[in-house]
C-alpha cells in the first residue's frame, strides 16, 4: 500500500477570499465614527437656517480631527464636542454634532459617483 506524504502548507493554494473577508472585518471594526458640524443660525424662529460647516472622525480613545468644509480649518481635538465651541461661538450661531450611520459594508473597489 502506498502512503502519501502530508502536503507542505506553503505550497497549498492561499484563500484570498477568507483573508479579504478578514480584511475588511477589521476595517470595520476599527473604522472612525463620522459626523458633521452643523452651524444653525436663528434656530427656533422663522429665519432658522443652517449648514455643515465641518466632517471630522471620532476614534475609540475619544478623541476627534475635524476638518473645515473649506478645508482651511483642520482640528485635532479631544472629544467630538469641543468642535461645538469653535463653531458655536458666534452670538446668533449654535452648532451641533450630526452622526452618520454607516451601512455594515466595506469594500476594496473606490465608489463610483452618483
Not at 443652517?50 to 482640528?75: K, L, N, P, Q
Not at 449654535?94 to 466595506?106: I, K
Amino acid at each position: 500500500m502506498a502512503t502519501v506524504a502530508p502536503q507542505d502548507p506553503s505550497s497549498a493554494p492561499f484563500d484570498f477570499g477568507a483573508f479579504d473577508n478578514e480584511v475588511r472585518a477589521l476595517v470595520l471594526d476599527t473604522a472612525p465614527r463620522l459626523f458633521a458640524v452643523v452651524q444653525e443660525y436663528d434656530r427656533g424662529t422663522e429665519y432658522a437656517d443652517g449648514h455643515v460647516a465641518a466632517w471630522g472622525m471620532a476614534y475609540d480613545d475619544g478623541s476627534a480631527h475635524v476638518i473645515g468644509v473649506g478645508g482651511t480649518v483642520t482640528m485635532s481635538l479631544g472629544s467630538p464636542e469641543r468642535a461645538l465651541w469653535h463653531y458655536g461661538r458666534r452670538k446668533g450661531i449654535s452648532a451641533r454634532l450630526v452622526w452618520l450611520d454607516p451601512g455594515a459594508g466595506a469594500t476594496f473597489a473606490r465608489a463610483e459617483a452618483v
